[in-house]
């Protein structure tokens, strides 16, 4: 049974550029929800998606955006990308029922490095 | 401020020694949730606990929800090299616009050294 799986691993890019992360949800999961984790810290929630809504929002500027895709899937975008984005990028996916108890399950991880 | 405090933040410890990692808040939560993360991985999750007082033991892991349930703590005896890495406590917020949304600790990274 094939977990959350996130792409790409890693990634390097220059000040100012976009980049798209790629989230896959564990089976049978159709809430998906977004981290961003310095090293060392604990993650941050940017935003949750929902039946292809975002359904809240962290404290995070407008330059993330996101989207969920019929299959569940998701993506999260990042616009003139700043030095402070450089963090890991967790993506959670949880079933429609009781996430209270059963926790999130997360990929990974994308290491994304702005320099 | 911290919605969940964590402490230690930091923990090095001998293989065979016994810690504990603490998660403390003002405020009451319906349901708490540990979950710890190896370098280079995503958290996963070891436990809910949602009862005031409850213990819940996952091997040579002990973890408490307080009475009133606004803290935790994890336990681990005897710990080994395999127990390093980073503990993070975690809430689910209940209801309102922030429904289902995940708040973590700040963390404690383990190291054991053999």
């Known amino acids: 049974d094939a977990g959350v799986t996130q792409s790409p691993t890693h990634l390097i890019k220059t000040r100012g550029q976009q980049v798209t992360l790629r989230c896959s949800p564990k089976?049978?999961?159709?809430?998906v929800s977004w981290y961003q984790q310095a090293l060392g810290q604990g993650p941050q929630f940017i935003f949750q998606?929902?039946?292809?809504?975002?359904?809240q929002r962290g404290n995070f500027p407008d330059r993330f955006s996101g989207h969920q895709f019929p299959n569940y899937s998701s993506e999260l975008n990042v616009n003139a990308l700043l030095l402070g984005d450089s963090a890991l990028y967790l993506c959670?996916?949880?079933?429609?029922?009781?996430?209270?108890?059963?926790?999130?399950?997360f990929g990974s991880g994308t290491r994304l490095t702005v320099v | 401020t911290q919605l969940l405090e964590q402490s230690p933040q930091f923990l090095s410890i001998q293989e065979g020694e016994n810690l504990t990692v603490y998660c403390n808040s003002s405020s009451v939560f319906s349901s708490l949730q540990w979950y710890r993360q190896e370098p280079g991985e995503g958290p996963v999750l070891l436990v809910t606990v949602v009862t005031g007082g409850e213990v819940k033991k996952l091997k040579r892991l002990t973890f408490q929800f307080g009475d009133a349930r606004k803290d935790s703590s994890l336990h681990i005896t005897a710990a080994q090299p395999g127990d390093t890495g980073l503990y993070l406590c975690a809430v689910v917020n209940a209801g309102g616009t922030s429904y289902g949304k995940l708040t973590f600790g700040q963390g404690t990274i383990l190291t054991v050294h053999p």
């Open positions: 959670a996916s949880s079933p429609p029922w009781d996430q209270y108890y059963y926790g999130y399950t």
């Open positions: 998606y929902y039946e292809e809504e975002e359904r």
């Open positions: 089976s049978g999961h159709d809430t």
